[in-house]
């Protein structure tokens, strides 16, 4: 059996060449250029954000497009920090690249730090410090057993 694990998380986003650029805005690098605006993928670390058209997403896995949703979509993409002053400059970092701050930064109820912001196309990301865990020098996060 192959090893459980992420490779790639595509977004569905309506335009790739405008999301393409926020995501090198926020700070990810771009890799396989070649794809030019049919799909764009970025390094994360250990795995891969694609973005892809939403309408080619949506038929390929065999949903509609339509209705988007324009409430939660049950699904927020993490930006682990190791502090909150890193917290803070995630989220003003995403802000000037383009993001709309949903939620400022505050302490939450399990002793973190934590504030949201969205991507242009409506993706939810969150930026965070949790007690326990850390992001080790090569980007990763250390999750003890």
Request: glycine share 10%.
């Amino acid at each position: 059996m192959p090893e459980a694990r992420f490779t790639v998380i595509t977004l569905g986003v309506a335009q790739v060449g405008a999301a393409a650029a926020f995501y090198e805005r926020l700070g990810f690098a771009r890799r396989l250029r070649a794809t030019g605006e049919e799909v764009a993928f970025f390094e994360t670390g250990a795995s891969v954000i694609a973005l892809y058209p939403w309408d080619k997403l949506a038929a390929e896995a065999g949903l509609a497009e339509a209705p988007r949703p324009a409430a939660f979509r049950g699904i927020v993409l993490a930006w682990n920090c190791n502090s909150r002053a890193d917290v803070d400059a995630a989220l003003a970092q995403a802000a000037a690249a383009g993001a709309r701050v949903i939620k400022p930064a505050q302490a939450t109820e399990y002793g973190g730090y934590a504030g949201y912001f969205c991507d242009p196309d409506g993706h939810v990301w969150e930026a965070v410090t949790a007690p326990g865990l850390t992001v080790a020098p090569d980007g990763r996060l250390d999750v003890p057993e």
